[in-house]
């Protein structure tokens, strides 16, 4: 059976607030799934964060609906779990379940697997850090259940796994059920693939189908997987999408402006030229005696060639001397390294920035609250 294996949609996200970008995000989406119907998808996997919220906008549902009445019009069976961006932490009714109760895709369970074309699907919502311990129990469970059956299995979560990243991580590969025969998971945003010794088939992050906030500006490419089951063992194919608006991020010098301009312009246009879309840049500009207001007027160049640009002037020698060099190569481990020096823990940085950011970078008070006074009453942390 071949499988497309989606995840980290985050329908409805629009960089800087630009509607263009919301759009990108919606292109990529319906591309992936174009392609999957073409090459002969018989399953397709979402494996959380379907919305970026979880108060979703109109566009994103019916965009979300469209795409399963597609699919389910030509047979094509979808199954999901939610992300974290999915679920309200005010325990009201996930938006996505409406997909379930309409018949257009399945909400997978651990306890009572999906079974197509004799191939069982279990699955799980993203578990909260708190509920990790549970999560491992349902596990060991539904591996029981996964043994009684005779054809090929596959396990779909929306976690953090401490063996890709361990500031991230919310459990080890090794808590992972070992009777299954390809493991589908999100939440990382970056395309990873790993097989263990001790697992029944490979376990795999598609990585996000748009660039997301926690990954800023880079030249990146982002797309989906194929996992091909039919045979002894899964082989996966990665799949690139070409919907994918272009960003990169540069070092300029100031002394050597006007050049070093052109050759950002003379980028832009290249890299708009392959897919028609206007790039977004991030530009570091280093040197002395810089006058930011000269710069801001010679960028205003790249209004014409750029959808969205962002500039940060390096005083050499100056105090700014310490930013970085470019981009770190794992924003969210550097977000989480940077947290745990702040805060004097590498735990309390786990939950401030996998539990209560997510909601709070959205704007969702009354989740971020809730979140907060659940660790209060529960006595989580020691206070001094």
């Avoid at 399953?43 to 979703?56: K, Q, Y």
């Avoid at 539904?142 to 043994?147: H, N, S, V």
């Avoid at 992972?176 to 945003?189: E, Q, V, W």
Wanted: charged share 25%; proline share 5%; hydrophobic share 40%.
């Amino acid at each position: 059976m071949l499988i497309s294996h989606l995840s980290d949609l985050h329908l409805g996200y629009a960089q800087f607030g630009l509607e263009e970008r919301e759009e990108d995000v919606y292109q990529c989406f319906n591309e992936a799934v174009d392609v999957s119907i073409r090459e002969g998808a018989q399953l397709v996997v979402l494996a959380g964060d379907l919305f970026h919220t979880p108060r979703p906008s109109g566009k994103a549902v019916v965009t979300l609906g469209n795409a399963l009445k597609k699919l389910k019009e030509r047979q094509i069976p979808a199954v999901f779990v939610l992300g974290e961006h999915d679920i309200s932490r005010t325990r009201d009714i996930p938006f996505a379940y409406i997909f379930s109760n309409l018949g257009l895709a399945r909400r997978l369970k651990l306890d009572a697997p999906f079974v197509v074309n004799n191939f069982a699907i279990f699955g799980e919502n993203k578990a909260r850090r708190n509920d990790i311990d549970g999560l491992i129990s349902r596990l060991q469970g539904c591996d029981k259940i996964a043994k009684q059956h005779a054809g090929k299995k596959i396990l779909v979560l929306h976690q953090g796994l401490n063996d890709f990243n361990k500031f991230a991580g919310e459990m080890n590969a090794a808590d992972l059920p070992p009777s299954f025969d390809y493991y589908a998971l999100g939440h990382y945003h970056d395309h990873l693939e790993r097989r263990f010794d001790y697992l029944g088939g490979p376990l795999a992050y598609p990585g996000s189908l748009d660039l997301t906030p926690s990954e800023g500006i880079k030249d990146t490419k982002k797309g989906f997987i194929m996992a091909d089951l039919s045979g002894s063992e899964a082989l996966t194919h990665w799949v690139p999408l070409e919907q994918s608006r272009p960003q990169f991020s540069e070092k300029l010098r100031y002394q050597e402006m006007a050049a070093e301009l052109d050759r950002i312009i003379k980028r832009s246009s290249e890299a708009a030229a392959k897919n028609g879309k206007k790039p977004v840049a991030r530009l570091e500009i280093t040197g002395k005696d810089i006058d930011s207001r000269a710069i801001a007027a010679s960028l205003v160049k790249l209004n014409e060639y750029c959808i969205h640009y962002l500039w940060q002037p390096v005083e050499e020698g100056g105090p700014a001397a310490r930013a970085y060099d470019s981009m770190p190569a794992d924003i969210d481990a550097e977000l989480y390294r940077l947290s745990a020096e702040t805060l004097g823990s590498e735990e309390l940085a786990k939950f401030a920035v996998g539990e209560i950011l997510p909601p709070a970078a959205v704007k969702d008070a009354r989740s971020t609250l809730d979140i907060v006074w659940e660790a209060y009453k529960s006595r989580r942390f020691k206070l001094k």
